[in-house]
């Protein structure tokens, strides 16, 4: 008979039977989902035996040993499953930050081995653009690479990938993430991971949710505001606490810690991410620039994949990946449709001028042709404006595209130090608090939510005339 610990419990299964994840302890260490024919008692250590995949005996110890033996093998086995070498990509700027932040990255990769190794549920959020996507496929594929032959985790992980629509973690995404491990008992909480958020005070309040529930680790490249409690979290990393800035993208973040696990090849991804989020450390590729065109296209509309319905995984996006027919297909759709959708834009911008700077207005609703197109996002479709813009313009320069109750705010990144384009957009919200709900984003990408429409045109107008005061009088 060999040792075993029940570390997990899922109830309400499909054959009525609930699932126990035990952590079997003989010549090696592995988690296995069983079935049992006699209930088992969370938490409890002793000896098993079992066939065919059934707890068939299952003798309790009475004095607490097997258990903290067993307890100590799964934190040697999570410590076993890391990586020792740093990932370095040879650009000056990045690795010392990367060496900075690797120890806390192979903390937290030792937290997520240890769920995996008691078979306890985890949530994974990543935002819906091209860094957000590109991290979590990282992840995916390094927790594939991890489980390899099933001998050490002997069952299909208990994982669910969220594709994310926000850059906030609500209240009712926190009760969501709880719902989903409710069938669940766990000697541990089970874990959320959340990817590409933002730093914002309307997380607070899904935190505070999320935290009663689940052990977190939280991957963002955002600049840290003041009142976000996220920063607070023991597994709480960004670029911006090492000495790193938001051109370290989420998505490169997320590909590093993919590496504490296994040395799978992520470099098309870490490159993608780099062209998504705009980076200065961007070197794009034939490969990779594809690449970002196709997980644009994938995160803003699931429909060109047939079957999917809105929540888009690592999975669906491997198996695009592995069909090139689809795959070019797809690329050949977005790039048209961008192209398109510039040409139009450039058309019926409005132009303000302030000293040497243009400020751009666009209306996306205008541009976009027709109405049940979901691709491009007017938030990224507002990046690769401002890139054609300054290709044409040869200087610096700021675009306004609103759309809806936002407006998104692009901005050249040599105007970063010379205009403070968060702090106008504060200034907006302070002037007109009842009509805008929020504003933030990066220094040089930022937007504004209204709680309505009926005062958008004025917020336009103060923005333009915020930023001209502060451009003139600078």
Known sequence: MAKGLVSCIKHNTADGQADYFVVVHDDTTSVRSLKSA???????AGELEVAEGRVEKFEPEDDGKERKAIEKAIADMAAGMLKGSVRKIGVGAIDPVTE???????????LLARKLMIGAPIVIRFHNDIDGASGAYALYKALSAAMGTGELIAYKPNISWRMHGSVFYSAEDATNDTLVCNNYECVEKPLLIVIDFGTAEESNAGLEIA???????????HPIIEGFKGKELEHYINPW?????SNYTAGFLACVFAHT????????MEEASFIGDYSIYSKPTVGSRRLAALLDLLTSDTRVISGMKGNL??????SVLKDKAKSDELIAY????????LDLALGSIKVYNADSIRIYVADFEAIRTNDQERYPLPGRFASKLLGRIEELNKSPCILLLHFGYFISTRMSKKLIGKVDLLGALEKVHADYSNYVDSTGGHSNAASIKMNGGEMKKAIIKDVVDTLKEEIEGG
Do not use: N
């Open 100 to 110: 900075k932040m690797w120890e806390r990255l192979r903390g937290a990769m030792r």
């Open 38 to 44: 006699m209930a088992l008692g969370l938490g409890e």
């Open 211 to 221: 935290k009663e529930k689940f052990d977190i680790i939280w991957l963002d490249h």
């Open 241 to 245: 606490q090492f000495g790193g800035d």
């Open 313 to 318: 995984t690592p999975e669906s996006v491997d």
């Open 334 to 341: 977005a790039e048209s449709r961008v192209a398109e959708m």
């Open 261 to 268: 696990l296994e040395d799978v090849d992520t470099k098309e």
